[in-house]
């Protein structure tokens, strides 16, 4: 029976009926071949995705033109000799009953500084706030060159067999995105001056596309239905756009938020709400009489189908969650609910793919494909330690047919996930360890909890397996900090076993020592005697280094509005019984009414003596989820 009706229930766009409500926004991949054609291993991406269920694609950014490059590895549809390559692809997705549409795209001043690019255009000489340089101002004559090549990309498009287009108008984005936001657009000719001028390009791109490609062919546009800025488009300006793209031709709206600059105002962070953007798409939905859709941390089956039943939406882009199971659609379909592989909402399949690395994903080592192939030779496999990286290698190395025992001396698996998973917003990563405790239970893995891997056990009983040795990792602890008064480390607060007093003093402001900032500080910064104070000491110049986007940003902020403490360039150099003294800008500064020291200075492997096990997890090298999954999953695959 399908516990989702709502979001299974076909729909008319334009005049295209798509099998069911669950799209799949575009997510750049990185996997695209040389000089941005259409890959092997791009059609497999997006087959997977429509043999899982998936309604209808819209790919990643693709080009119009081929001076500006948005991202090295995205794709692009400028001249015909990409028609081919499309057309390939179209086929692999339509096989399976989906549909695909490209985003078409110019980056403008947002382009990537390649070598050789000329200088980045814009609607005025405003850029982003990192711009090294001011863009310069694209003409009128430019501007109807720019029209006629985004309606004959969209009529390659469906030459190649492809259903439709996507314009991409959002997040004060690129070209098109730039002209309609007051933010970028400070021209005053016909294409300025107004939120008519500022829509008037939009509007001749979707004339142009209908010109070229008839009314047969499906034309989305995506807006930010609020950017959530000041001085940007609000919620007002957006229903009276959306009328004028309805009136237009436009045969249905995708409805985002937010701008790519505002960081997690467009795509949120982690652990904040589902359907981050639903309010918007209800409110366009009222005004307009074409389908709109809504994105935004939509991750589950439940959350969407809500969203469409109760009005907030006719569609459900979901991104994520499909890069993160290829199968969710049809496993959702089936209520398989505890078989989808979790969407963590944690974004690092976005940012290796801005390094130039392909998309991944912390849950899904095999985000191109969900094969497991069997092993040629079957073996006996011992996993020692239940935390991710042991799962996920008991797991594959059942899922290949070995005979697979997993070993965990405490009491429940999972590892130091469950402790990663206390702080706020950090509660999806429960979901994890219920999926791959669930998934070990359904196959044949022998599970023993309480049972620590002795050298005796490794000379006798498991002489004859393959082992694999997952022991974790252990807080940094430095004697010379231990003779404070009240001395704890993060995983103790984490995991229940202390509690610190109303004064803290945390030393690391890396990504557990914030996290745990964030727990122990007051909800709300009012005062109140009862709260906390506490204070982070970070030597270097920067919180949580080597990390970015909207987890980071959101972070920072909420304990800055907590009244965190926060001092930088702060380095330890002594504690005693009562103070803790550090340097700071060529000075020492002493805390002399601390009540709690509390370590997080990092972790260090703990290591495994026996040379004969493959050492996997944070056991070979401290890192974080994605890498102890990632390394478990390519041990197992190679056995």
């Known amino acids: 029976m399908n516990r989702y009706p709502s979001l299974f229930e076909p729909i008319q766009i334009g005049k295209t009926v798509v099998k069911n409500r669950i799209f799949m926004p575009p997510v750049s991949t990185n996997l695209c071949a040389k000089n941005h054609y259409i890959s092997d291993a791009l059609i497999e991406h997006y087959a997977s995705r429509a043999k899982g269920g998936v309604g209808l694609i819209i790919t990643e950014v693709t080009t119009v033109e081929p001076v500006y490059t948005y991202l090295p590895g995205d794709i692009s549809i400028c001249d015909d000799s990409y028609i081919d390559g499309w057309k390939k692809l179209a086929d692999a ?41 001011a863009p310069r101002v694209v003409t009128i004559e430019e501007i109807h060159e720019l029209v006629k090549q985004f309606g004959q990309a969209a009529k390659r498009a469906q030459i190649a067999g492809c259903d439709g287009v996507e314009v991409h108008a959002a997040h004060a984005h690129g070209l098109l995105g730039g002209f309609l936001t007051p933010l970028y657009n400070k021209r005053y000719d016909e294409y300025g001056g107004d939120i008519n001028g500022r829509l008037r390009i939009v509007l001749e791109v979707i004339e142009e596309i209908r010109k070229q490609c008839g009314d047969d062919f499906i034309i989305d546009v995506r807006i930010s239905g609020d950017e959530y800025s000041d001085g940007g488009l609000n919620i007002n300006d957006m229903i009276y756009v959306c009328k004028q793209l309805e009136k237009a031709g436009v045969d249905f709206i995708h409805c985002s938020g937010g701008n790519t600059i505002k960081r997690a105002s467009s795509m949120p962070a982690p652990g904040t709400k589902q359907g981050s953007h639903c309010l918007l798409s209800e409110e366009i939905k009222k005004y307009i009489h074409i389908p709109v859709s809504t994105v935004g941390r939509i991750n589950e ?65 095999s985000v191109e494909s969900n094969k497991i192939e069997p092993a040629k030779e079957k073996k006996k496999v011992l996993v020692i330690g239940a935390g991710p990286a042991g799962m996920e290698a008991a797991y594959v190395c059942a899922k290949r047919g070995h005979e697979v025992v997993l070993c965990e001396k405490s009491n429940e698996m999972g590892g130091l996930l469950r402790l990663a998973s206390v702080p706020i917003a950090k509660q999806d990563l429960a979901k994890v360890i219920k999926f791959m405790v669930t998934r ?15 050298h005796e056990m490794l000379e006798n009983e498991f002489k004859d397996y393959v082992v694999l040795g997952t022991t974790g990792a252990e807080p940094k602890i430095f004697d010379a900090f231990m003779s404070f008064k009240d001395t704890m480390t993060a995983d103790d607060i984490l995991a229940g076993r202390k509690v610190p007093g109303k004064n803290i003093v945390i030393i690391g ?29 970070e030597m270097t110049n920067a919180l949580i280094t080597g990390e970015g986007g909207a987890a980071k940003s959101v972070l920072t902020r909420r304990l800055m509005e907590k009244g965190v403490h926060i001092e930088l360039n702060a380095k330890v150099i002594r504690v005693d019984q009562d103070t803790i003294v550090y340097s700071q800008k060529g000075k020492e500064v002493v805390i002399d009414d601390a009540d709690s020291l509390v370590l997080a200075m990092g972790y260090v492997p703990v290591p495994i003596e026996n040379e004969g096990i493959i050492q996997i997890g944070d056991c070979d090298k401290v890192g974080n989820l994605k890498d102890a999954i990632g390394s478990a999953y390519e041990a197992s695959i190679r056995l």
Not at 335 to 362: H, N, S
Not at 515 to 532: G, H, I, Q, S
Request: proline letters at 8%.
């Open 93 to 133: 997705v339509h096989q399976y009953g989906c549909k695909i549409m490209p985003q078409l795209f110019h980056p403008a001043y947002m382009a990537f500084p390649l070598p050789g690019t000329p200088q980045l255009i814009a609607p005025s000489h405003v850029g982003p706030y990192y711009a090294k340089s």
């Open 301 to 365: 089956a439940w959350i969407a189908n809500e969203l469409i039943e109760n009005g907030k939406a006719d569609i459900c882009m979901m991104g994520r969650a499909n890069l993160c199971d290829s199968e969710f659609a049809q496993k959702s379909f089936e209520g398989r609910i505890d078989e989808i592989r979790p969407c963590i909402g944690c974004g690092r399949c976005l940012t290796g793919v801005m390094f130039g690395k392909p998309v991944g994903c912390t849950v899904n080592p």
């Open 440 to 454: 070990l239970k359904k196959i044949n893995v022998d599970i023993r909890l309480n049972c620590e891997v002795t």
């Open 509 to 537: 402001g890396g990504s557990v020592g914030c996290e745990t900032a964030d727990y122990l500080a007051p909800l709300v910064n009012d005062l109140f005697p009862a709260n906390r104070n506490v204070t982070i000491l």
